[in-house]
């Protein structure tokens, strides 16, 4: 049987912004703005994928499994959302809908019932993206949601990436983790940031991702100074920020999450998890993220 036909892009314009969502794993494609394109294009030789969705966890978990009342469920990095094929429930010319509900499918990896829409929107001040997790069901529903855009760095040619700085116009000082064997430990550092800019270089991230733990600010500012393209990247019910890259590649992700990894050796139930939303029967979380150019 030959393999089924990838889903269409959905298009969305507006204000001089262009942005393009996979329904498969509802998944931010491209994003551009007066032409100039400032979304990662995904590279096989460094990372393939370009926004993906992380849900219901963020990152790894012990054992590539969780525990739920004694039993263990395998859970792929980063959960099986980006992974899941959404359904199109709204595609107008700026805006677009796409939902994930649970199935047997699903309850074999994450024994809970759940609605997640993803409503992407363009306008005068850029993109939004806002996820919203409703628990249908009749317990309280445990989940991580995070989003994992990766941009251009450098956004314009010409312009040194080791120029770029991430500006957190609140915070003089970040509380900073690293991954451990991609877990989290009870270890931190003080980064202190007498301008609020944090200087951008590759081997910033020769460790690994550098854990952001519960900014002041609710948004940050990536740039260079001789740049003329800037973005603002803003968050809603987001405590932490992740910013990752592979050294030696042209992207920064900026990832505001609302969850984390699995502490190192964590083996209790998933319900017990740090950083979990705990959804009340008939409740929503709505978590959100915008991008506008700050030019």
């Not at 314009?13 to 998944?27: F, K, L, Q, T, V």
């Not at 991954?179 to 430990?185: A, E, L, S, Y």
């Not at 740039?223 to 592979?246: F, H, Q, S, T």
Request: proline fraction near 11%; hydrophobic fraction near 40%; charged fraction near 20%.
């Amino acid at each position: 049987m030959p393999p089924s036909p990838s889903p269409a892009l959905v298009p969305i314009e507006s204000h001089g912004y262009r942005a393009e969502i996979n329904p498969a794993g509802a998944e931010l494609m491209s994003l551009s703005h007066d032409g100039r394109p400032l979304l990662w294009p995904g590279d096989v030789n460094s990372w393939a994928e370009r926004a993906p969705v992380l849900f219901p966890t963020i990152g790894l978990v012990t054992n590539g499994e969780i525990q739920v009342d004694g039993r263990a469920y395998p859970m792929p990095p980063h959960g099986f959302a980006k992974r899941s094929a959404f359904t199109v429930v709204q595609s107008e010319p700026d805006r677009c809908s796409l939902t994930l509900e649970a199935t047997a499918a699903t309850r074999t990896q994450y024994p809970f019932d759940f609605d997640l829409k993803l409503d992407y929107s363009l306008g005068a001040d850029g993109l939004r993206i806002a996820a919203t997790i409703t628990n249908p069901g009749s317990e309280v529903l445990p989940a991580s949601f995070g989003f994992h855009p990766g941009f251009r760095w450098p956004l314009e040619s010409g312009v040194p990436k080791n120029s770029y700085t991430v500006s957190f116009p609140e915070d003089r000082s970040l509380t900073t983790k690293r991954p451990v064997q991609g877990f989290f430990t009870d270890e931190s550092a003080v980064v202190d940031l007498p301008d609020g800019h944090l200087a951008l270089n590759d081997d910033l991230f020769t460790g690994g991702g550098l854990f952001i733990v519960a900014p002041q600010s609710s948004h940050v500012r990536f740039g260079a100074p001789a740049g003329r393209l800037a973005l603002k990247i803003g968050y809603e019910n987001c405590p932490d920020v992740m910013l990752w890259m592979k050294p030696g590649a042209e992207f920064l992700c900026i990832e505001p999450w609302h969850g984390r990894p699995d502490p190192l050796g964590f083996s209790g139930d998933f319900r017990g998890k740090p950083g979990l939303a705990s959804i009340a029967p008939g409740q929503s979380v709505v978590v959100a993220m915008t991008v506008t150019v700050d030019a």
